[in-house]
C-alpha cells in the first residue's frame, strides 16, 4: 500500500510559529484537566496505536498517539480503545493485521512512525485506516522540530478528527482564560493565562492583584485585549502574545471595558461611560479616533462584531431588563435593533464563526445558561443546565461553545456542542477559572 | 433587627474590604501603578505600564485630621450602602446616613470620598460592571444635593469582581451588592 502526501500546507513553520506564541513565558500554576460529561451516543470506535520510533534504540522523545488519543477520545466524538486491549501494534501498513481490528469492533486504526532524522529534525508519516474495508482513509508525512512534536500531535488529531467528522478540529488552537486565586490573607490575585486548547503548555500574560477581566482575541490570534484595574480605575490594554509588549488602548475617567476586536483587526469595539452611563464606542486602534455608536440612558455594553464587521451585537437594558441589539458598526448609527424577545435575561452575545448564530447567557427562572439565539428569528435554544453559566465563546470552527460553569463553589471551565450533545468540564488545578476564549486558528 | 445585624456585619465586611483592597497601602510598588505584571517575553519593555496614572478628580491630598469626633466615626463606620437584585437606587434607609456623609463632604471641601460600586455574582461580568457603576453614580447623586462638589466625589465600579463575601446564597448576595464609601487618607 503506497503512501499518499496529501497534505502540504502542514508544514513545520505553521508549527513553529504557534508554539513560538505560547511558550515564552512563565508557566502557570493552573491546569486544565479535561472531562467527558456527556459524548455523541455512538462515538467512533478506534484504535491510535503507539508510533514506533526509530532513534537508534533511544526512548521516544514524545507519545504521539498519547497525545492524538487524548485529544479525540477527549472531544468526545470518539472511542478511542484502550493501548492494553490491542491484540497487534503495527507501526507500518504492512504490518496490520486487520481481523485483529475487527474482533474488536474498531471502525478505523491509526498507526504511524516518528523518525529522528539529524539532531532535532524528526519526521513523523501517519495513516488511518477503514478497518471493515481494509482501506488508507489518508496518510501524512510531517516534519518537525522536537520542540514542535507536542503541536504536531494535535495536527494529527485535527487532520484525523476532519476526516471522521467533516469537521475541522481545532486541538491546535487556544483559550486564554481568567484564574483567580486568593492569598492567605485572603485578598484576591487574578492571572490571566494562555493554555493550548487541551489546557496544557499554559502560561501567565499577565498577573495582578486588581481585577483582570473581559480577555478578547484579534482576529490573527497573536494579541489580546483586557480589562486591567491597577491604578484603581479600569482601563483597556491590548497585548501581543510573542513579546509581552502592551499598550493602554483606553483609560478614560469612568468605566473603560468590554473589548472586542472588529475582524479586520483594526477597530476595538468597547464599553465608555460617562457620567455613569455605559456606551458602545468603537477606537480605531492605529489613530485612536473613537466613535460613539449607542446614545441611550441605559446600560450599554458587551459590544461583540458579526463576522463582516458590519454589525454590532450588544447587551442593552433599554426595555427593562437586559437583551440582545443590534446596530451598524459604523455612524450614521439608526436605530438599535431588537434581536432578543424570549426571557426576560439575554446578555453577553458571541456570534458564531458562520454568522448564522449568537451564543448568550440566558436566565431560566433563577438560572443563568448558556443559549444559542438565532438572530433572524430570535429562536432560543437552551443548551446547558447550570445555574450560573457564563461567558460562551465559540471554537473557530463553530462546533463547540466554551463557557465558565461553577462545580463544587468553584468556577470552573466547559464546553457544549453547538447541538448540545456534547457536555465536557473542565476543571482547574488551583482557584476559580473563568471567562474562557477560544483563539482563532493559527495562522501559518 | 434584621437591618440592625446587616449595618453591623457590613461595618466588618467594609473594614475588611479596605484592608485588602486596591486603595490601601499594602500593596508594593503601588506608587508607581502598573502592579499588573504583563509577561509574554524578554522583549521590548512595555511603555505604558509604568505610566498608569490614576484620574481621581479632587485635591491633592484628603484632609479627614480636620473632622469632628462625631464626623470621625461617620466616615470610618456606615460606610456601605445595601441594594436590591439587579436595582440600582438607594434604598430609603440609607438616606439619613447619605445626607451625613454629604453634610460631611459639604462643610469639608478638602475631604474626597471614592465610591466603588459593586454586583452580586449573578448576571454576566459585564452587565455587572454596568450594574456597579450605576449604584456608585446614584449615591454620587444623593452626595451632590446634600451639598457636596463633584471633585470631592470619584466613582469606580469593580462589578462582581471583588465581592464582600465568597458564597452563593442570597446572605452573601445581599451583602456583595453594595456601594462602599472609601475615604481617601
Known sequence: ?444 | MTRLKLLSASLAIAFVAAGCGGSGGTVPDEGTGGAVAPSGGGGADDSSSGAVTTALPGPGGSDISALTPQERTLVTENLVVYFEFDRSDVRSDFNAMLAAHGQLLATNPGVSVRLEGHADERGTREYNIGLGERRSQSVRQILLLQGAAAAQLATVSYGEERPAVFGSDEGSWSLNRRVELIYEQ
Open chain 1, 1 to 444: 500500500m503506497s503512501l499518499s502526501m496529501r497534505c502540504k500546507w502542514w508544514s513545520v513553520g505553521h508549527a513553529a510559529l504557534v508554539l513560538a506564541a505560547l511558550l515564552i513565558g512563565a508557566a502557570a500554576n493552573a491546569q486544565l484537566r479535561i472531562e467527558i460529561r456527556s459524548g455523541v451516543e455512538r462515538p467512533i470506535p478506534m484504535a491510535i496505536v503507539p508510533f514506533g520510533f526509530n532513534g537508534g534504540g533511544a526512548p521516544a522523545p514524545f507519545d504521539l498517539a498519547g497525545l492524538v488519543t487524548a485529544d479525540l477520545g477527549n472531544s468526545g466524538r470518539f472511542d478511542p480503545i484502550p493501548e492494553s486491549d490491542m491484540l497487534s501494534r503495527p507501526t507500518r501498513p504492512a504490518d496490520i493485521n486487520f481481523n485483529d481490528w475487527q474482533i474488536l469492533d474498531v471502525d478505523v486504526v491509526l498507526i504511524g512512525e516518528l523518525t529522528e532524522d539529524a539532531p532535532d529534525r524528526y519526521t513523523i508519516v501517519f495513516q488511518l485506516f477503514d478497518v471493515l474495508r481494509g482501506e488508507q482513509l489518508l496518510g501524512f508525512r510531517l516534519s518537525t522540530a522536537r520542540a514542535d512534536l507536542r503541536a504536531a500531535g494535535h495536527q494529527i488529531a485535527d487532520i484525523v478528527y476532519e476526516e471522521l467528522t467533516g469537521i475541522p478540529g481545532v486541538f491546535s488552537t487556544s483559550i486564554a482564560y481568567v484564574n483567580e486565586t486568593r492569598n492567605p490573607d485572603g485578598s484576591q490575585r487574578f492571572r490571566l493565562i494562555v493554555a493550548d486548547s487541551d489546557g496544557e503548555n499554559s502560561r501567565v500574560i499577565a498577573d495582578s492583584p486588581d481585577p483582570l477581566m473581559s480577555p478578547a482575541w484579534s482576529p490573527d490570534g497573536r494579541r489580546i485585549a483586557y480589562v486591567s484595574f491597577e491604578g484603581e480605575n479600569s482601563a483597556v490594554y491590548v497585548q501581543t502574545l510573542r513579546t509581552g509588549t502592551r499598550d493602554r488602548v483606553s483609560a478614560r475617567e469612568g468605566v473603560n471595558s468590554a473589548p472586542a476586536f472588529s475582524p479586520d483587526g483594526r477597530r476595538l469595539a468597547l464599553t465608555l461611560s460617562r457620567d455613569g452611563n455605559l456606551d458602545i464606542y468603537t477606537i480605531d486602534l492605529a489613530t485612536q479616533v473613537s466613535r460613539r455608536l449607542t446614545q441611550s440612558s441605559s446600560i450599554d455594553t458587551e459590544p461583540t462584531w458579526s463576522e463582516d464587521g458590519e454589525s454590532i451585537y450588544f447587551t442593552s437594558d433599554r426595555a427593562g431588563g437586559p437583551q440582545i441589539y443590534r446596530i451598524p458598526s459604523v455612524p450614521p448609527v439608526d436605530r438599535a435593533e431588537r434581536v432578543t424577545f424570549e426571557g426576560s435575561y439575554n446578555a453577553r452575545p458571541r456570534v458564531s464563526p458562520d454568522g448564522d448564530s449568537l451564543a448568550v447567557v440566558h436566565r431560566n427562572q433563577d438560572n443563568y445558561r448558556i443559549a444559542t439565539v438565532d438572530p433572524d428569528t430570535g429562536l432560543v435554544q437552551v443548551l446547558t443546565n447550570g445555574r450560573l453559566d457564563e461567558s460562551p465563546s465559540f471554537a473557530p470552527n463553530g462546533a463547540q461553545i466554551i463557557y465558565a460553569t461553577r462545580e463544587g463553589g468553584r468556577g470552573v471551565l466547559a464546553s457544549v456542542s453547538s447541538d448540545g450533545r456534547i457536555r465536557r468540564q473542565i476543571a482547574s488545578v488551583a482557584g476559580d477559572v473563568r471567562e474562557p476564549v477560544w483563539s482563532p486558528y493559527p495562522r501559518p
